[in-house]
């Protein structure tokens, strides 16, 4: 593969608040992989403006990020899984692509992303509120079905049985969060061995996109907060000055910097909600386990 044919083989697909951007950073530090953080979560598969654009406008960005031959070309994005279509252009793409997916107990992972969302001041309800509005929100935009859209990102079972319409087993690694998150060392052993590269490598465990709570609000609402003007002033100044590597990098930047690294306690929150959800995804859970012939007893 030379500078002129640089196309990804591999997709971190999902899912999301499930350590994907850790887990990503953790790939691309490989010697035999290419990985930009740039299209870390660049929905190429997703957003139709992207994909007319054709797979040689990433080219760029693997070249800046060092491409040197490597046999692993990584990009990535949370919502892929979600979304059937973007499976299957993906399949079109390259059918011989791998796949690499991350699953989290789908009560904490709806939970986790809802405080995500509020904190960037995406999410303007209570959780009760935004759970009672799920159908609604996903009759809405692409930006409010892919962020606000809790309870449906959890099925997992449903999600993955559109992934195996298309590709083999043995193309589609699936992780779980907790491995992620407690074995990061035998995890990216495993995702190496899959990708047919040295498992040797052991690249800095570095623990990234972490939910936290802002350091400085006013800043957070300055930066991520939508309005027209906003829009206008990134169109047409921002976007055609600053190339997407550099802004991925400064938005990433300021996202870790404006982040308290604090943990909550998940346990003693929304609890009348946790209980209804776990009866609400105990079917998917089963259908998942025979499925993937694990035991999620603890999900349940």
């Known amino acids: 593969m030379n500078e002129n044919d640089i196309r990804p083989n591999t997709f971190l697909i999902g899912a999301q608040k499930s350590a994907t951007t850790s887990l990503y ?13 740039s299209i870390k979560d660049y929905p190429f598969f997703i957003k139709e403006e992207l994909y007319e ?12 990020e060092g491409y040197s031959k490597q046999k692993i070309v990584l990009q990535g994005s949370v919502q892929y899984m979600f979304f059937e279509e973007s499976i299957d252009r993906i399949y079109s793409f390259d059918p011989n692509s791998k796949l690499i997916l991350i699953l989290r107990n789908p009560v904490d992972r709806a939970i986790s992303a809802y405080n995500y969302f509020k904190k960037l001041n995406i999410e303007t309800l209570s959780f009760p509120k935004a759970i009672a509005e799920e159908e609604v929100r996903l009759k809405g935009d692409l930006r409010t079905i892919c962020d606000l859209t809790y309870i449906s990102h959890g099925y997992y079972f ?6 195996y319409k298309k590709f083999s087993k043995e193309q589609v690694l699936v992780l779980f969060f907790d491995d992620v998150n407690n074995n990061p ?24 996109n972490v939910t936290g709570s802002v350091r400085f609000k006013v800043l957070q609402n300055l930066i991520f907060n939508k309005s027209k003007t906003k ?7 921002i976007d055609p000055l600053i190339p997407l590597h550099k802004r991925t990098k400064l938005r990433w930047w300021f996202k870790e910097w ?7 306690n998940k346990d003693v929150l929304y609890t009348s909600e946790r209980e209804e959800l776990k009866l ?3 079917e998917d859970i089963e259908k998942l386990e025979n499925l993937l012939r694990v035991d999620l007893s603890h999900w349940k």
Not at 25 to 37: F, L, M
Not at 53 to 64: D, P
Not at 158 to 163: E, M, P, R, T, V
């Open 25 to 37: 950073n953790w790939i691309a530090q490989h010697p035999d992989v290419c990985g930009p953080e």
């Open 158 to 163: 449903k999600q993955l049985s559109n992934i």
């Open 258 to 264: 404006n982040t308290k690294k604090e943990n909550i």
């Open 53 to 64: 654009k054709g797979i040689e406008s990433l080219k760029e960005e693997y070249i800046k």
């Open 280 to 282: 609400q995804f105990r």
């Open 231 to 237: 829009k206008i002033l990134v169109d047409t100044i």
């Open 185 to 208: 060392d035998e995890t990216t052993k495993e995702v190496f061995k899959f990708l047919e590269v040295s498992e040797d490598f052991k690249p800095n465990y570095k623990r990234l």
